[in-house]
Antibody, heavy 119, light 110 residues
Framework: QLHLQESGPGLVKPSETLSLTCTVS??????????WGWIRQPPGRGLEWIAT???????DYNPSLKSRVTISLDTSKNQFSLKLNSVTAADTAVYYC???????????WGQGTLVTVSS | QSALTQPPSASGSPGQSVTISCTGT?????????VSWYQQHPGKAPKLMIY???KRPSGVPDRFSGSKSGNTASLTVSGLQAEDEADYYC??????????FGGGTKLTVL
């Protein structure tokens, strides 16, 4: 049974970089066909896919965020991470890390972490 | 890419059936059999209810079923129960390895 847990600052200043880490337990981030992703949800609004990283190291990004986002894998710590730069208030959201299976569905999710962008 | 279109609300009485629609394009729902549905209770993470259009993960009651016709996918909840009251989101694989979500439907059990 996989368990995912997000961690990182809950408050980020405008124009700075949002950095989050997802720690995976109950399985390896580098297993065959294991893919991982970040999804966010602004307060009171719907879900938005941000990025995916594949076990072979490739990445995919939401075209609307691609210029500001980096997703990476740290197999030594069994973690994957998200960096979103030049943040504004519009980036305030609950950020979830999750699995991404073939076909794009996510069967395991972290509990989510609220990141507020404010000075 | 544009979000998938869902009705903002749906409702039904206990024991009834309700169907939630999700409309996309030939570039997402219509082009691939990779539609998934999520249930989200307030303050909780989404829970996968349906994947690959019609498949149910282990532990999801068979009262939940999915289907697709053309560019529109549907989630049907039969035998409504109080605990089914939640927000429901559809999602689809889209061209170039993208993922798109619907805006969400708030299901009320009357």
């Amino acid at each position: 049974q996989l368990h995912l847990q997000e961690s990182g600052p809950g408050l980020v200043k405008p124009s700075e970089t949002l950095s989050l880490t997802c720690t995976v337990s109950g399985g390896s981030v580098s297993c065959n066909s294991c893919h991982w992703g970040w999804i966010r949800q602004p307060p009171g609004r719907g879900l938005e896919w941000i990025a995916t990283i594949y076990s072979i190291g490739g990445t995919d990004y939401n075209p609307s965020l691609k210029s500001r986002v980096t997703i990476s894998l740290d197999t030594s710590k069994n973690q994957f991470s998200l960096k979103l730069n030049s943040v504004t208030a519009a980036d305030t959201a609950v950020y979830y890390c999750a699995t991404r299976r073939t076909g794009s569905y996510s069967d395991y999710w972290g509990q989510g972490t609220l990141v507020t962008v404010s000075s | 890419q544009s979000a998938l279109t869902q009705p903002p609300s749906a409702s039904g009485s206990p024991g009834q059936s309700v169907t939630i629609s999700c409309t996309g394009t030939s570039g997402d729902i219509g082009g691939y059999n990779y539609v998934s549905w999520y249930q989200q209770h307030p303050g909780k993470a989404p829970k996968l209810m349906i994947y690959d259009v019609t498949k149910r993960p282990s532990g999801v009651p068979d009262r939940f079923s999915g289907s697709k016709s053309g560019n529109t996918a549907s989630l049907t909840v039969s035998g409504l129960q109080a605990e089914d009251e939640a927000d429901y989101y559809c999602s689809s694989y889209a061209h170039n390895n993208n993922v798109v979500f619907g805006g969400g439907t708030k299901l009320t059990v009357l």
